[in-house]
């Protein structure tokens, strides 16, 4: 009977760790595309404030020559 059980606990046990890995797996790849979508918005940001410093910077310019 020992024969018998000590198997079945290993097998099941075993599969708790591959059930567990891909848990890991999955939670993994969501977090890298999170952190991709994170940067991409990053990114899209700084392009979005470069903008409106160059806005700010020709407005401001405009306001100087005007002001002569």
Do not use: F, W, Y
């Not at 024969?3 to 591959?18: D, F, K, N, S, Y």
């Not at 994170?38 to 005007?66: F, L, P, V």
């Amino acid at each position: 009977m020992r024969q018998i059980i000590i198997p079945l606990a290993v097998a099941a046990l075993a599969g708790c760790g591959v059930e567990t890995a891909s848990t890991a797996a999955t939670a993994a790849a969501a977090k890298k595309q999170e952190i991709e979508q994170g940067k991409k918005t990053m990114e899209q940001m700084q392009q979005n404030i470069g903008k409106a410093m160059e806005q700010t910077q020709q407005s401001a310019e405009r306001a100087d020559e005007a002001a002569k």
